[in-house]
């Protein structure tokens, strides 16, 4: 979605604000990057926006030379208008002294915006976003201070919004409020942050406060002030250390984020395994173990790794109801105070996941949230989080974040068989080693990968097959190519492939098929002489040693373990096939077109 950043000094930086909104803005860039802006109180308002990447419209509008010591910047994926230079953010009323920033969606915006028509003000967007600085200008003009205006504002805005303003009349501060999309607070020393997560902010500080729904305030340089519903809150008591360095939001070499987050699996799965909490997971597992109804629920690739689960609960006699997030209605009916909801989410900040997870809490369902983000929005909605702990992820395709999501739910599945009274102490092993087969798969299937994405480039169209517990390897699989190399994937169950999309395969169509599965191997075969006697290009991740290499035109060997853990080793190579073929068609797999990272608009 977009993204938004807003800071404010005592006195003029070292560097040019312009530069520091700029660096803002490219650590934002892959939460959408149709356009970009800034504004910044320099004699009076400047603002500077346009259609295109950052560094596009940086260097053309030379942002880099801006001064002052208050600035905010936006970063776009449309909603509501075209990205184009007028509706690039920031946005301003009639006289040019206010500038809003907003990510998210003002439903009512369309009433507002005759309301003020009617009182004289000219909008020069379709954006829903500009009523703000009109609503905020309209009641100054009615002699109310700029927070007294901007909260009466507020208080005529329905929708989800993380909004920052600034007034050239009153540059001490900066206004901001939030209700749905995500919104932090970074604090410094002479400094102060608003901005919509925080990697943006580790450049300047790693103190973070996380501002929660209904919640508004301003920023000076020295204070930070956070009302909801009118009251003061305590703020020194809410201020968090990110244990995140800025090194680790930077490409460090790579040419891509997505190359450098794959490359990190082995580092993000062992810290997440060090950090998995043996009391936690056990009343995981109980609650797990005892719940009427068990909901999986995540969306994209955070739904996939839900599947992963869900695949292998019923051997303990439980039966999941997998839910991707934007269908939670369709189960309303069952949500009951005995069902437990396990929802997975990189960010935390998923719309449709925060949505799911509300409807369910209010009919009594009890949350288990396995996120990245600390204090994010579904650490706050859930009654237990389990982090896991890859680290910022600026690649807008999950790729580390997916295995460490594995990792855990694995783990919380280890823990309900040993509450069962099974012996899991080679299961125990085998996760102590899934870091080291991580390095080791990535070390041996890389030049594979890359191999077979010059053979994909050309293609239009692949499938991904696997059977039982391989399927959601499948399915994340083709999600990636199609996210990053923009080529039809698509996922089956491998023996559902011969009902229908066998019809597509001749001379070369690439089949991708999953062995991630032991139980379902054997089975998978047949499916492979099937696509092969049409003349499909077949190929599999198969575990090392295998006889299954042999069937298959192309075979990645992976390292061997159970199927526990295999959907870890086994999306490795997938994930770096969509890489290279990214890159082989010309695309830039960090920010593919039409998608953003964190979705926070239903
Ligand atoms: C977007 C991203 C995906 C991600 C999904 C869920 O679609 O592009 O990469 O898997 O959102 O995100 P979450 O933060 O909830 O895991």
Redesign the pocket.
Known sequence: MCGIFGIIFAERPRRPLGEILRRGLERLEYRGYDSAGVAVVDRGLVVKKDAGKVAEVAQRYGFDSLQGVVGLAHTRWATHGKPDQVNAHPHVDCRGVIAVVHNGIIENYAELKEELMKRGHVFRSETDTEVIAHLVEEYKKQGLDTFSAFKKALSRVRGAYAIALIDAENPRAIYFARNLSPLIIGVGEGFNIVASDIPTVLDHTKRVIAVRDGEYGYITAGEVYIEADGVPQDVAARIEEIPWSAEMATKGGYPHFMLKEIYEQPESLASTAAGLEPAQLEAVANALLAARNVYIV???????AGLTLAFILPRLRITPIPVI?SEYAIYEDLYDKDDLAIA???????I??IKAVKAMRERGVKVVAV???VGST?SRESDVVLYTRAGPEMG???TK??TT?VLTLAAVYLTALRALGHDVAEHQRELKAVPDLARKTIEKTAGTAKELARRLRQRLSAYYLGRGAALPVAMEGA?KLK?VAYLHAEAYPAGESKHGPIALVEEGFPVIFVFSDPNTGEKTLSNVAEMKARGALTIGTVPARSDYAKKLDVAIEVPQTSELFAPILHVIPLQMLAYFTAVERGYDPDK?RN?????TVE
């Open positions: 995540g969306a994209g690739t955070s739904y996939h997030s997975i989410s990189q960010s935390g900040e998923t449709d996941t996120t990245n983000v579904l807008v395709a999950a974040t997916f999501q999600l996210e593919p998608l953003a990272k964190t979705v």
